[in-house]
């Protein structure tokens, strides 16, 4: 990979004063409650020991961004000079798809456009022969500005996700002596109820339930096909295609702009949710017009099962693939959590 324009972090000159963060939200105009960057704490309780550090993070406009790969409706492109991984507004239906993917949690959605937004590099900076508006107002130097070679990809940094993805940013690893163990710290143990005000799971079933209720109707009608392939039991296509319907329906529903939600079938050749929409519409509409014909034939049936279970495990691969933040894969059993 030829070198690339990338952000540079110094953990060391940090001091968590979230100049980088005000500047993007003033220069971007976002409105209130909306950061692009922000600066995470780690060590926020002063554990005696542990490192205290400040990470400034935003997108890292991947070399092989996840969130580009997975966008059911292609909304975003890259810009080549830049190397900037942008967002088409107007393409977007607002699924959030994108940030289940990035390792980073780097999308944000717009409550009032129904879109999905984030960094944007400072293109129009860039272009201009500037640095971005969050490199120019850090205060200490943390914050910095220059090219990324293969060779200076991050390495082992607490706080930063390990994803094999090429992230535009080098971040300098803190000093030796800023490992050794501090005892001027506050008590190491404060009350569980702060440790947990620190968890903020990024799928919730609060948030998510009209997907896990899509889930278990694909599944339940999945099952009621199979039993009436095998003779148990017999099935009407109107409830049949009813409960499918309104499954889809439940499953548009999560969606921010939901009158462009036939873009969510456009990319079938990386995004498994462009897949799972396709699959759960195959099946729907095989099993409706082998209930509907009353002479269909044997084969049909058989079809209606093997398509109904390649959807249940297209959904399945559309969890697989949303990661925490931070850490590894998420199976389609923690929505519940």
């Not at 909306?34 to 400040?54: A, K, S």
């Amino acid at each position: 990979m030829s070198a690339r324009p990338s952000f540079i972090v110094d953990v060391n000159k940090c001091t968590g004063c979230h100049a980088c963060a005000m500047s993007c939200q003033i220069a971007n105009d976002l409105p209130v409650g909306t950061q692009w960057r922000e600066v995470r704490t780690f060590n926020e309780l002063h554990v005696p020991g542990v490192e205290v550090m400040h990470l400034s993070l935003a997108c890292n406009h991947c070399a092989d961004a996840p969130c580009m790969e997975q966008c059911p409706a292609t909304a975003y492109h890259r810009d080549e000079k830049s190397g900037a991984v942008l967002i088409e507004a107007e393409a977007c239906i607002g699924c959030r798809y994108c940030s289940w993917a990035c390792p980073y949690g780097a999308p944000r959605f717009d409550e009032d456009r129904g879109v999905m937004t984030k960094c944007t590099f400072c293109v129009e900076k860039q272009q201009a022969g500037e640095a971005p508006a969050c490199v120019t107002s850090c205060p200490t130097g943390a914050l910095d500005w220059g090219e990324l070679t293969t060779e200076q990809q991050v390495q082992d940094v607490p706080g930063f996700a390990q994803a094999e993805i090429g992230p535009a940013i080098r971040v300098e690893s803190l000093k030796p002596e800023r490992l050794l163990p501090e005892m001027t710290h506050p008590p190491a143990m404060p009350p569980w109820r702060v440790l947990k005000s620190r968890i903020v799971p990024q799928i919730t079933f609060k948030h998510e339930w009209t997907l896990a209720v899509f889930t278990v109707l694909v599944a339940a009608l999945l099952g009621a096909i199979a039993a009436r392939q095998a003779g148990v039991s017999d099935l009407d296509w109107r409830v049949f295609l009813g409960l499918g319907a309104g499954g889809m329906a439940l499953s548009a529903s999560h969606l921010g702009r939901r009158e462009r939600s036939w873009r969510a079938a456009l990319h079938l050749d990386t995004s498994w949710l462009s897949r799972e929409i396709v699959l759960v519409g195959a099946f729907l509409g095989l099993g409706s017009a082998d209930l509907f014909l009353p002479d269909s034939p044997g084969w049909l049936g058989w079809l209606v099962v093997v398509t109904g279970y390649l959807a249940l495990a297209g959904i399945d691969r559309v969890y697989t693939v949303a990661t925490i933040r931070g850490a590894g894969p998420l199976h389609s059993a923690m929505a519940l959590g």
